[in-house]
């Protein structure tokens, strides 16, 4: 077929341009990270896709200080459909690079697989549009949009108050979300739920300062052990998630993922056990989950026999689709206040909450997709529930509620996105490039 060979022989240029990327270190965090990384990662993706047509491609900065990539591309065909494509620059930091087998900032091959912070969220999927377009040449029957963000991992909520001020800029029939992945390498999907979620910093204080734990130890209340007191309220025995007020036994009726698959997927050392009841798809997908990203007390290195008179964790809720974001807030809040022992005086901030998702797949653009796909992969597409969270799909549905959005993306469950190694296979790049190219003759042919 001429686009599979057109996308094959683009796969030099694909490597070389995701090297281009990765290198950059674009997290958004300015304490952390020189923004000027950020910016340089936007004019990458802006110099790119004006390479491919989009002749207005700019920088646009949104509410929380990133730079957002905007453009479009008409078609000679005044009445054929709009399509917008999403994706985003910036990156998980790498957390502990010495967990790293090779440098986090740098491509590298290693047993087939392209390694490298961003690699496959997300820096892979624009390497894939820009493959598709490429692929496509000036053949391209569809009018074109994109926004290509530079704060998703963040949270901050930038382009999601752009889109609400802005909403003829971004306007279109379909929106291709390329921000998830397949149920393996060679098996395509498409996710039609996400989990919404909702950051929060736990702080817990007991004493004024430090105090010697051999003159004070026993009466005097510990703020970490404090801590760790409301921390084992939020699972049960099983491991189920036990926020009080927050519902926890809803079903998904989907696609299954097996429980040796999932294992495999995410490490589990063969003693352990997989937590919560249910099966692993109910956990994942329809039923909220808590996790501790962080905990703010002394080092175990180096630490001294004292009291800790204050310590702090950063918690991550993940709320499934039917539950309302503002209600799993406020029930994650009260159940920290409540659960602190000893009158210890107990602080909660959130930093960032996103509403759950979900879509169905019966319309135009997903008929057009699921076709694109099979003729990609040569099986056709299963669907898939995503843990993971894209609060900006909501904000899309509730402005452009006649719009189809798709979401589907280079991820793989190997791929170890936000964890050290993080990996992309390059024939899911080729394949979902081919799947892009596709779809927008499809999706041309199916409204035509």
């Not at 054929?80 to 967990?99: I, K």
């Not at 004292?306 to 799993?328: E, K, W």
């Not at 901030?349 to 879509?359: I, K, L, M, Q």
Request: proline share 7%.
């Amino acid at each position: 077929m001429e686009l599979r060979a057109h996308v094959r022989g683009l796969m030099s240029l694909a490597r070389l341009d995701l090297a281009d990327l990765v290198r950059l270190e674009s997290v958004a965090d300015p304490v952390r990270y020189p923004p000027r990384e950020c910016l340089r990662a936007a004019q990458w993706v802006r110099d790119a896709f004006a390479g491919v047509g989009f002749g207005d491609a700019r920088l646009v900065e949104t509410a929380d200080g990133s730079q957002a990539v905007l453009g479009s591309r008409r078609c000679r065909y005044p009445a054929a459909p709009t399509v917008l494509l999403y994706a985003h620059y910036d990156v998980q930091p790498p957390m502990d690079e010495s967990a790293w087998r090779t440098p986090p900032f740098e491509l590298t091959e290693v047993d087939g697989r392209w390694h490298g912070r961003g690699a496959a969220d997300c820096k892979g999927n624009i390497i894939a549009g820009l493959t598709a377009l490429r692929a496509l040449g000036g053949d391209v029957p569809v009018h074109l949009k994109l926004v290509v963000e530079g704060s998703e991992e963040q949270g901050t909520g930038g382009l999601e108050d752009f889109v609400t001020d802005h909403p003829d800029l971004l306007r279109a029939d379909a929106i291709l979300v390329c921000d998830t992945g397949n149920a393996a390498v060679g098996r395509p999907a498409v996710t039609v739920s996400l989990r919404g979620m909702v950051n929060v910093v736990l702080t817990v204080e007991a004493l004024t300062s430090a105090v010697h734990s051999g003159m004070y130890g026993g009466p005097a209340p510990d703020a970490l052990a404090a801590l760790v007191a409301v921390l084992a309220t939020l699972r049960d025995n099983a491991g189920n998630t036990t926020i009080a007020g927050l519902p926890a036994g809803q079903t998904w009726y989907g696609e299954p993922y097996p429980a040796e698959r999932f294992r495999a997927d995410a490490g589990v050392l063969p003693e352990v056990s997989l937590l919560g009841d249910g099966s692993v798809a109910d956990q994942l997908w329809a039923r909220p989950a808590v996790t501790i990203l962080g905990i703010d007390c002394p080092a175990a290195r180096g630490s001294a026999a004292a009291i800790a008179p204050r310590a702090a964790a950063r918690l991550n809720l993940r709320v499934p689709p039917g539950t309302d974001i503002r209600h799993a807030e406020v029930a994650l809040t009260g159940h920290l206040r409540a659960a602190a022992p000893w009158g210890t005086r107990v602080t909660v901030r959130t930093e960032a909450a996103g509403a759950p998702f979900t879509t169905t797949v019966d319309g135009p653009a997903h008929r057009a997709m699921a076709k694109a796909m099979a003729e990609a992969y040569g099986v056709p597409p299963t669907t898939l529930g995503q843990g993971g969270s894209i609060p900006l799909c909501t904000v899309l549905a509730e402005t452009y509620p006649g719009a189809e959005i798709i979401l589907m993306g280079v991820e793989d469950p190997r791929s170890q996105i936000h964890a050290p190694n993080e990996s992309v296979d390059p024939a899911e790049i080729a394949a979902v490039a081919l799947s892009e190219a596709l779809f927008l003759r499809a999706y041309a042919a199916e409204l035509g």
